[in-house]
């Protein structure tokens, strides 16, 4: 983890895209648990 950023123009974009996608599914199990946890 400790690279130097020599060329941050494509490697920006996809971490972006990768925390994206992290973001999404933690957002989709919280909402998943949430559900399952009020329809009880």
Do not use: E, Q
């Not at 400790?2 to 957002?27: A, Q, R, W």
């Amino acid at each position: 983890m400790n690279k130097k950023n020599s060329h941050s123009g494509p490697d920006l974009k996809g971490t972006l895209i990768s925390v994206f996608v992290v973001g999404i599914i933690i957002c989709v199990m919280w909402f998943a648990v949430y559900g399952l946890y009020v329809s009880r």
